[in-house]
């Protein structure tokens, strides 16, 4: 049973630069959400999807945009980036309460 | 003041050790709570999810007190292997929408 997976596993990007990071969820989980996480902080709520709809959306600008396809997988962009954006991004999926996480992006901007 | 926060550490105990985290959380419509660990530059793994007033799962207890928002994580005989990262999570209002993540508390066990 493959647990979540998300692609590219690592990318680097110029500022103003724009990049989509891919997420597919564990078998059987309709939900994903979306964290970023700065280097020594704890994940920070970015959004999540559910039935291809945005359920609910954390504190980060419009820059920030997704996608939920039929299938459930999920799509992560960015705009307009900006050095600040650098972190690892998180993808996680659930059925119910726990959520699951995948191995993460990591973006680098410079 | 943070919505979930953590002693960040470091936490250095000897192999064979009693080790215990503290979190608190500030939100009293949060109902489940999760505590989650997490190796260097790797995602986090859930490791106990706390919904009444606590779980055990081997050499690992949880604990909730809603009436401190106040919840635990009791570690027994320490490993070398546990030496991690451990996040205190809670859900937000609702138990199937957005988590919310302490800061992390960081544990090195010694030979």
């Known amino acids: 049973d493959a647990g979540v997976t998300q692609s590219p596993t690592h990318l680097i990007k110029t500022r103003g630069q724009q990049v989509t990071l891919r997420c597919s969820p564990k078998?059987?989980?309709?939900?994903v959400s979306w964290y970023q996480q700065a280097l020594g902080q704890g994940p920070q709520f970015i959004f999540q999807?559910?039935?291809?709809?945005?359920?609910q959306r954390g504190n980060f600008p419009d820059r920030f945009s997704g996608h939920q396809f039929p299938n459930y997988s999920s799509e992560l962009n960015v705009n307009a980036l900006l050095l600040g954006d650098s972190a690892l991004y998180l993808c996680?999926?659930?059925?119910?309460?726990?959520?699951?996480f995948g191995p993460g992006t990591r973006l680098t901007v410079t | 003041r943070k919505e979930v926060e953590q002693d960040p550490g470091p936490f250095n105990v000897p192999e064979g050790a009693t080790v215990a985290f503290n979190c608190t959380y500030s939100n009293s419509a949060s109902q489940s709570f999760f505590w989650y660990r997490q190796d260097c530059r790797k995602e986090p793994k859930l490791l106990m999810s706390v919904y009444s007033s606590g779980n055990e799962d081997g050499r690992f207890t949880a604990q909730l007190n809603r009436a401190s928002q106040y919840i635990s994580l009791l570690i027994r005989d320490s490993k070398l292997s546990d030496s991690a990262t451990y996040l205190c999570v809670a859900h937000g209002s609702s138990n199937t929408g957005k988590l919310i993540f302490g800061q992390g508390t960081t544990l090195q066990v010694k030979p």
């Open positions: 999807y559910y039935e291809e709809e945005e359920r």
């Open positions: 996680a999926s659930s059925l119910g309460i726990e959520q699951y």
């Open positions: 078998s059987g989980h309709d939900t």
